[in-house]
Every structure is written in structure tokens, then in C-alpha cells.
């Protein structure tokens, strides 16, 4: 099949789980012989070139005109500055709207050339966060999907933050306008789209990683402790910190190392003194790095509030970490508690800390647990088999609509 995978922080620029999950489809899709292309409208500072290929993956990041004046995503002074004065202006929703008619007109070249067939897009795109009025997704010619990675809407409701009507106006346009929606949890299909007031039906096929070979016990540090992804309310990270302090007094060897970035000195501040010592702040890293940490970790713990289907537990899960992860949103559609790792209430730092405890003492438990989640994600989430649903899930839809 030839496939575009519409996306806005695709690797290696600084990016989140869509950013990920949609490059290790795509690089699977290209190794299971079909022809993928991604094109998206970037943010301002974002990085990366304006066309290259990636494993065989060709790329196009297309540049909103005010690259130009010299915004970074590090948000500097003179960032917010710039971002702000753009809001106020009324420039971004008038930039916005010229870069999606070019990704449009790009899609419509793409595909009179290398006769595309069919085009995926994330309900979230990050320009609905910023705007102030809508700027809807241009109609395209190919047949469009849309996959529910979680969107404003979503997120919104999950955190009980508010949400603009421009970004719920966009996206129940772009859902209204899709062919199929693809979810990537259960959870997240039926809370979206009865926020969204949808009557619509939504295929769930979750995300995928590469799964490396079993590597059993033996490198593993007994008290190592990981936490990944953004130091943010949202991940629970707030709550770790206060479950550490009970940690640290009933195992005081125990060690916790949380790759990502956010306010540190917010998080230190939960911190008891005597604890602090204990807890390492390793800022973001490449991906190989924190797979490395995690092979040698022997439980990982992810607090979150709202996912959809996280990409950190699995990927603590693949590399034979015994899990802890949320009871909330899609966290049992990934674990099944007390067999293949441990759902926890995000909000009650005492049961983080008992479930942290509980494997830190139980070395036969903590290996059982672990062992099992590796079999679950071996067995059921390697991106190859997801690769192959959602490759069916696209001739299912072109048949349809060929009728």
C-alpha cells in the first residue's frame, strides 16, 4: 500500500508519544514492503530538515512563516514574547490556515505522483492548543483516518482542565470529516466521542513497540526504581514524589531514576531532605538511553492520571520490568492487576508507595510479575502485529468506500 501518515512531531525534533508511535509504524509499515510517507505543519523552532527520508520513510516538515523570527521550543523570554504577541495578533490563526492549505496542496501533489491511497491523521494537532478561533484540517482527496492518540478534548476532561471552543470545534470537525477512527484504547473511543457528541463507531487497535529478546534477571539492580516520560501533574509525578518518602524509610538502599523534563525544584520540594539523595532527575534522553536504564531497572512506575495507551509502561514491560501503572483511563486494558504488573490510584501516594514496596521486598513476586508482562507485550503489542491490523484495518476502509 502506499500510506501518509499526517504528523507534527515526528522524530528527531522534540516530540511525545504520537511523535514516536507514529514512527515506529511507519518504519514497520515501509519493512513490511509499503511505501509511507508523513508530512505535517511544524511549530516554530521545532528543528529537523524540510524533507528527509527516515529508514526509508520520507519526511516533510512544512515551516509556519513566522519560523523566521528566530522562536525556539526552548521558550525563552524572547519566545513567549514572540508566541504571544503572534496570539494577540490574530497571525496565528491566519498562518495557521496558509500552512494547512500547503500541507493540502502537498497531499494532492504527493498522490497525483506516487498515487497514495490512503491518509492517517492524530485528532491532536498541536496548533488547536493555540489558536483562538478555528482553523479546521483541509479537506483532502485521499480517504482520511483519524486515530484517537488523545486529544484536547480528551486530555482536557481526564485532567479537568479547560478546554477552548476552537480546539473542540476542530476536532469534532475533524472527526465528523473522517472516513474511520482508529483508537488507540477502548477508553479513549468512548469517552472521545460522547464528549465530542459522535455518533460514530471506532476500531481499536493499540499502539505497538519493538520488543527486544528476553534477557531474564540477572543485570537487573534489585532496588532501581524508573520513572519515564514529562515531569508533568498530569504523570502523577507529583504524588511519586510523596510515595518516595515512604519508600525510602521502609528500603533505604532503593534508588529512583525519572527520565523527562518538567519543574524540578516543584519536585524537589516534596521531598523529604533525608530522602532527596535517593532521587536522580536525569533530564529528557535519547530513547536508547532510557531503554538501557530500564533494562537494568527492576520496577518501573507510572502514576498517570489520563492516558490513552501509554507507550512507558510498555515499554517497561518489554524489557522484563516488573510494572506499576494507573487504575484509571486505559490502565487495564494494558495490566491485568496483581498478574502481569500492579494498578494503582494515581491520586493516593500511600498505595504508590506500597505497590513500590510490595515489589521492592518480593523478589519472587517482582520476577513473576515481570516475566509475565514481557509474555503480554511479546505476545500481543510488537509492532509488527500491529503493523499487519492496521494495514488490514486500511484495505477494510477502501473497499467500503469503493462500493
Not at 491566519?94 to 492517517?120: C, D, P
Not at 464528549?195 to 534477571?217: C, R, S
Not at 523478589?363 to 500481543?380: C, D, M, P, W
Request: charged content about 20%.
Amino acid at each position: 500500500m502506499n500510506i501518509l501518515l499526517f504528523c507534527d512531531e515526528y522524530p528527531p525534533g522534540p516530540h511525545g508519544g504520537i511523535g514516536t508511535a507514529v514512527q515506529t509504524l511507519a518504519r514497520t509499515l515501509l519493512r513490511q514492503g509499503h511505501d509511507v510517507w508523513v508530512a505535517g505543519l511544524y511549530d516554530y523552532g521545532y528543528g529537523g530538515a524540510d524533507y528527509e527520508t527516515d529508514e526509508g520513510v520520507q519526511v516533510y516538515r512544512l515551516r509556519k512563516k513566522s519560523e523566521r523570527l528566530g522562536i525556539s521550543m526552548r521558550y525563552t523570554f524572547y519566545d513567549k514574547v514572540m508566541r504571544r504577541l503572534l496570539s494577540l495578533s490574530g497571525r496565528l490563526e491566519k498562518e495557521t490556515a496558509e500552512g494547512l492549505e500547503r500541507l493540502r496542496l502537498l497531499v494532492e501533489s504527493l498522490t497525483a505522483k506516487h498515487n497514495l491511497q490512503i491518509a492517517e491523521t492524530p485528532e491532536h494537532q498541536h496548533y488547536t492548543r493555540q489558536v483562538k478561533k478555528p482553523v479546521y484540517f483541509p479537506e483532502m482527496a485521499l480517504p482520511l483516518v483519524v486515530r484517537l492518540h488523545g486529544g484536547n478534548v480528551y486530555l482536557g476532561a481526564e485532567l479537568t482542565r479547560p478546554v477552548s471552543a476552537a480546539a473542540v470545534a476542530i476536532e469534532k470537525d475533524l472527526l465528523s470529516k473522517a472516513v474511520a477512527i482508529v483508537s488507540v484504547s477502548r477508553y479513549a473511543a468512548a469517552k472521545t466521542l460522547a464528549l465530542l457528541g459522535l455518533q460514530k463507531k471506532a476500531e481499536v487497535i493499540p499502539n505497538g513497540i519493538a520488543v527486544p529478546p528476553w534477557v531474564g534477571f540477572e543485570d537487573k539492580d534489585p532496588l532501581k526504581v524508573v520513572f519515564t516520560g514529562s515531569l508533568q501533574p498530569g504523570k502523577g509525578v507529583f504524588e511519586l514524589m510523596e510515595a518516595w518518602n515512604e519508600v525510602q524509610a521502609a528500603v533505604p538502599g532503593a534508588a529512583l531514576h525519572l527520565y523527562g523534563k518538567g519543574d524540578l525544584d516543584a519536585l524537589k520540594a516534596r521531598l523529604k531532605p533525608e530522602v532527596s539523595g535517593s532521587v536522580f532527575f536525569h533530564g529528557h534522553q535519547p530513547r536508547a538511553s532510557v531503554m538501557e536504564a530500564l533494562h537494568s531497572a527492576a520496577v518501573g512506575v507510572f502514576p498517570s492520571f489520563a492516558e490513552t495507551f501509554a507507550l512507558a509502561p510498555m515499554e517497561a514491560m518489554s524489557c522484563g520490568v516488573a510494572t506499576i501503572f494507573t487504575q484509571r483511563t486505559s490502565g487495564p486494558e494494558l495490566i491485568d492487576n496483581g498478574t502481569d504488573g500492579l494498578l494503582i490510584n494515581p491520586a493516593q501516594p500511600a498505595e504508590i508507595a506500597q505497590a513500590i514496596m510490595c515489589l521492592l521486598q518480593d523478589r519472587k513476586l517482582r520476577e513473576r510479575q515481570a516475566r509475565a508482562g514481557y509474555e503480554k507485550i511479546a505476545g500481543r503489542f510488537t509492532i509488527e502485529k500491529i503493523a499487519m491490523a492496521q494495514v488490514a484495518f486500511y484495505q477494510s476502509i477502501l473497499i467500503k468506500t469503493a462500493l
